[in-house]
């Protein structure tokens, strides 16, 4: 990423990026695991910055953190135990222990700096972190590896991690699906962000089939996510039993909401011809 005095740029990839303008450079530090910055922006206020990579804004957070939450739990009858892996900033945290019927959240986030940069500069995003509800248990490891400690345990899983470069590479994997499954009891769903269907078409295609492998339901469903490269942001869903498509939703929705609601609940699965393509063909429109 380049920054110039008062901008910063996410490159994508060599020919492609996002700049946005910022008042400051408020924080920069290289933890074990990934460079972190958290920059002023104006358009979409202050924003974390992993390894270059724009993670999530105080201004667009509300609609990635509720779209990867409240669509698998408001599907599940009766989701109890949830697994969050990654999920940092807290901002999926925060979303999950919205609901009720949820009596046990683990978050398994492999990078403590994260934490504690967005407890400092992030308040509304990390509420969660900063004042745990009792059910909340935050765990500092390796997703891969703590999925692999644990046998039909979690009703959901949620896999809220950086790009698959680095850390979050190994979360990409048939291996990891395969472990997230035996982690979830009968009925259990899983939940990864996928990145963009039109810039990332091969590795959505990769993660829809290596999902298959492990699960009887894989459903992609999409997002519009402004940060992100394109705009246009995809969620896979593997599912034991539960199908988005014909499941009712039977609890009521917690409130307020910025961006869920019940009819996303089912229009986000609703995919535009070249993203099928993608997924089910893997012919590339892009
Ligand atoms: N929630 C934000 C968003 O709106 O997209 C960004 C995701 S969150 C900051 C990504 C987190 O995944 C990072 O904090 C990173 O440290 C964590 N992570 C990456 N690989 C991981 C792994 N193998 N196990 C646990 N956490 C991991």
Known sequence: MSEEKEFITEWANPNLGLTARITKLLHEEQSPFQHIQVAEGIQYGRMLILDGVFQTSVKDEFIYHEMIAHVPLMMHPCPKRVLIIGGGDGGCAREVCRHGCVRQVDLCEIDEKVMEISKTYFPALSSAL???????????????????????????????CSDPVGPGEGLFTREFYKNASKALRAGGILVQQSESPILHQRLLHDIFQAMGESFPIVRTYIANIPIYPTGMHSFTMASKQYDPLTVSCSRPVPQPMKYYNSQIQKSAFVLPEFVKDCLYRGIYSF
């Open 130 to 160: 900063r004042n745990p509800p009792e059910k909340l248990h935050i765990h500092v490891g390796d997703g891969i590896g703590y999925v692999k400690t644990v046998e039909d345990f979690y009703d959901v899983i949620l896999v809220d």
